[in-house]
């Protein structure tokens, strides 16, 4: 009774130690690559979630001094 390899899709099945050694199998630039791609597409998805344009909207706090200008 021999069991046939399987093979698994998905991030779920690969381990961190994994995803490191690939990390590190690239090129310095193209470890700054791939990091500034992550930036820039959570960047993206920040400027399309309406919900974080209240956030940026600023306020007087509450008890604080006035600056003069």
Not at 14 to 23: D, G, L, N, Y
């Amino acid at each position: 009774m021999s069991q046939e390899p399987k093979v698994l899709y998905g991030f779920e099945h690969e381990t961190m130690e994994a995803k490191v050694r690939s990390f590190l199998k690239l090129t310095p630039a193209e470890r700054i690559k791939s990091m500034f791609e992550f930036m820039e597409f959570v960047a993206a998805i920040e400027r399309a979630n309406p919900r974080n344009h209240a956030k940026k909207v600023s306020r007087p706090v509450p008890g604080a001094k006035r600056r003069a200008r």
